[in-house]
Structures are given as C-alpha cells and as structure tokens.
C-alpha cells in the first residue's frame, strides 16, 4: 500500500540520520522522549474531544492506511441491492420488502451483500429511506431530506475527528518545545558537570524539539489529510444510496435509477455498465428461496 510504503520510507531516512547524527545520547533518550511527547499528544486528544470523537480520531491512524472500505465491487452490490428492493416493491408493493427492510440480518437480499449488510451507517440508510417511502408514498421527498440528514449527521462526526487530528498535529511542535524544556531544567541541575557531559545533555534535550516537529510535519499531518480522505470517499457510497433511492422514489424504473447513480461516481469506482444494469435482476432469483 501507498502510505506504507511512505512511512517507512520517512521512517528509514529520518530515523536513519538520527541515529547517524543524533549520537549514543540522542538515541538513549528518544524513549523517553517519544513516551513524554506520544502520552501528551493522546491526552490532548482525549482532553478536547468527546470520548466518540475521540476514539474516531485514534482509529483514524489505523484508517489512513487501510484506505477507504467501499471498493467497485461494493457498489456492485450495493445496486444489487437496492434494484433487487426496487423491483420487489414495483412488482407487489412495499410490503413484499417488509421483512428485508425490517430484518436486514435475516434477508436473503442483505445476506447476498454482506459488506453492506454488516455496515450500520448504511444498512440503516436504506431501510430507513425505504421504511419512510412505504409510510408516505405521497411525499418521496421526506424520505430524501431523512437521508441528506443521515448522511450529514454520520459524516459530520468524522470530520471532525479529522479536525481533531489536525488540531494535535498543529500541537505537536509545542509539545516538543515542553519536552526540550524539561530537559535543558535537568541539564541546568547538572551545570557543574564536564562539558562533553553538558553537551550530550543539550541534544538529548533538543530532541524533543524535533521529534515535536517531526511528528507533527512528518507523521500526523499527513495522517490527517489522508484519513480526511477517505471520509470524503466512504460519504460517495452513501450519496450514492441516497441518489439510487431519492430517483426511485421521484418515479424512476429501478435500472435507470441505478445507471443515473452509476454514471456519477469516479471512474475507479463504477461498476462495468451492463453488470450495474443488470444487476436488478439476479436479485429477484436470490430473493425467491427465502419467500
């Protein structure tokens, strides 16, 4: 992957001149250093966020380098999916989707997109959406504003977890400066020693100015902009039900709510044209057996 392939080779070069440079006290400190400055920057995280944001803002690390979850071959699904719903609703009404829209986890047409299926966010998006179009089949709109609300709501937390990322990123250098103070009030404890001694004191103390630096510059900063990323990717996935949805809902067939839907996403993402057109009707045989 891309990112790891970034980070170690960050981690090589500047570690590596570190380790060139920096001398046998630099690297006896930088432990201590990483601990003091690492501890301090979670605090700061978990200090000016809630705990949910917080713990979205951790995981983010682990985010940015597994990139986003949705895949072509997810979309894929996803308008087998919701053709599938589609074509059962034109062909009986809204009840021959009571079951799927109400027990996701026991319908055949949910089971044949497990990805979709073990995702809340979107899971509940369409059963919602379909649930509301079924209460009032006069208004498609009120179950399009519920969707543009849902999304909103859902994407608006993980942004500012990628805020929240930012903002520690925009620390680490203050942190580092803390971290480099302590150590010139532990040199200053020992001013009587030799010079060799003082110095080696000195770098180990200005360390933590750089690791402050590095972290900030070198590792977090980018985290937070891929992790930004990859939300703004993953919120494709849910416009995209709510754009196959809202055009069902407005009177569209079912393949040409999907094939409008298809034709707005990224090249990368779009499914092959006649399988997203065909893709409504595998569902009818896979729904079948459980009816």
């Not at 996701?104 to 949910?110: G, Q």
Request: proline content about 5%; charged content about 15%.
């Amino acid at each position: 992957m891309l990112q790891l392939a970034g980070l170690v080779i960050v981690l090589i070069l500047v570690g590596g001149g570190l380790a060139l440079t920096g001398g046998p006290a630099a690297m006896h400190a930088l432990p201590f250093e990483l601990a003091l400055i690492g501890g301090a920057a979670i605090g700061t995280v978990m200090l000016g966020n809630s705990p949910a944001v917080a713990r979205e803002a951790l995981a983010g690390f682990v985010r940015a380098f597994q990139g986003s979850r949705w895949k072509k071959a997810d979309y894929g699904d996803l308008f087998t999916l919701t053709g599938g719903l589609m074509r059962a609703v034109k062909r009986r009404g809204f009840v021959a989707i009571e079951a799927d829209i109400e027990v996701p986890e026991e319908s055949a047409l949910f089971q044949a997109a497990p990805r979709i299926l073990a995702d809340a966010p979107a899971r509940t998006l369409i059963c919602d959406a379909f649930r509301l179009m079924a209460l009032d089949l006069s208004d498609p709109q009120r179950a399009d504003q519920r969707m543009m609300e849902a999304i909103d709501g859902h994407t608006a937390q993980r942004v500012k977890a990628v805020g929240a990322l930012q903002t520690l990123a925009d620390a680490l250098p203050a942190l580092g400066i803390v971290a480099a103070v302590l150590g010139i009030i532990r040199t200053m404890g020992a001013i009587d020693q030799e010079p060799a001694i003082l110095g080696a004191m000195i770098g180990a103390a200005l360390l933590g100015t750089f690791l402050g630096v590095f972290l900030a510059y070198g590792l977090v900063g980018p985290i937070a902009a891929r992790y930004g990323q990859i939300v703004e990717e993953e919120a494709i996935f849910l416009e995209t039900i709510r754009s196959v949805i809202r055009s069902f809902g407005e009177g569209a067939a079912p393949s040409l709510a999907i094939e409008m839907a298809r034709t707005t996403l990224p090249l990368t993402l779009q499914p092959e044209a006649g399988g997203a057109g065909a893709a409504v009707m595998p569902l009818a045989a896979v729904r079948r057996p459980a009816a």
